[in-house]
T-cell receptor, first 113, second 112 residues
Framework: NAGVTQTPKFQVLKTGQSMTLQCAQDMNHNSMYWYRQDPGMGLRLIYYSASEGTTDKGEVPNGYNVSRLNKREFSLRLESAAPSQTSVYFC????????????FGNGTRLTVT | RKEVEQDPGPFNVPEGATVAFNCTYSNSASQSFFWYRQDCRKEPKLLMSVYSSGNEDGRFTAQLNRASQYISLLIRDSKLSDSATYLCVATGYGGATNKLIFGTGTLLAVQP
């Protein structure tokens, strides 16, 4: 019963490098989300996908791109990493759009030097 | 003003104590409210939804006050294992208004 699986768990990048954070859910949920969590800022929505084939910007989308590959998978890409993107990233899913509780993955701790 | 505001704490309480957290939200159109629990360096996990009539789950009671736009969480008979950060969540503004907005969390430390 995996739920939401994120990879990798930890990553260190140099400024300007790119990487993709992977997320997959096995709960047949329609909606998927990417959040970042920083001290004192709480969880902030980067991008979300209400359903397969759609993606929308959240509160802090700059510097990120996403792909909803299929119903199960939602990836987050950093094209040119910056130190300001050092954060903990959480993927989440929910059965329906917005109002339903979210199920979170374990998180990815990213450091950009 | 933040859309969802919480007292960051920490709340240091002895085992067995009753503790209450409040959270205010700015979007009067918010329809859905939740409390999540987050342990140190872990992902947030749903603790309970908050219903208009108030609801209880064991030692935990959640209340919603729409007139004053706040929700509360009451924990009775605190256990050491209740030590965590509690996140208040409400549906927020945006192009799609049905997005969840998280507060920054209230830290609870239950002391033996």
């Amino acid at each position: 019963n995996a739920g939401v699986t994120q990879t990798p768990k930890f990553q260190v990048l140099k400024t300007g490098q790119s990487m993709t954070l992977q997320c997959a859910q096995d709960m047949n949920h329609n909606s998927m989300y990417w959040y970042r969590q920083d001290p004192g800022m709480g969880l902030r929505l980067i991008y979300y996908s209400a359903s397969e084939g759609t993606t929308d910007k959240g509160e802090v989308p700059n510097g990120y791109n996403v792909s909803r590959l299929n119903k199960r998978e939602f990836s987050l890409r950093l094209e040119s990493a910056a130190p300001s993107q050092t954060s903990v990233y959480f993927c989440a899913s929910s059965p329906a759009r917005g109002d339903s509780p979210l199920h979170f993955g374990n998180g990815t701790r990213l450091t950009v030097t | 003003r933040k859309e969802v505001e919480q007292d960051p704490g920490p709340f240091n309480v002895p085992e067995g104590a009753t503790v209450a957290f409040n959270c205010t939200y700015s979007n009067s159109a918010s329809q859905s409210f939740f409390w999540y629990r987050q342990d140190c360096r872990k992902e947030p996990k749903l603790l309970m939804s908050v219903y208009s009539s108030g609801n209880e789950d064991g030692r935990f009671t959640a209340q919603l006050n729409r007139a004053s736009q706040y929700i509360s969480l009451l924990i009775r008979d605190s256990k050491l294992s209740d030590s965590a950060t509690y996140l208040c969540v409400a549906t927020g503004y945006g192009g799609a208004t049905n997005k969840l907005i998280f507060g920054t969390g209230t830290l609870l430390a239950v002391q033996p």
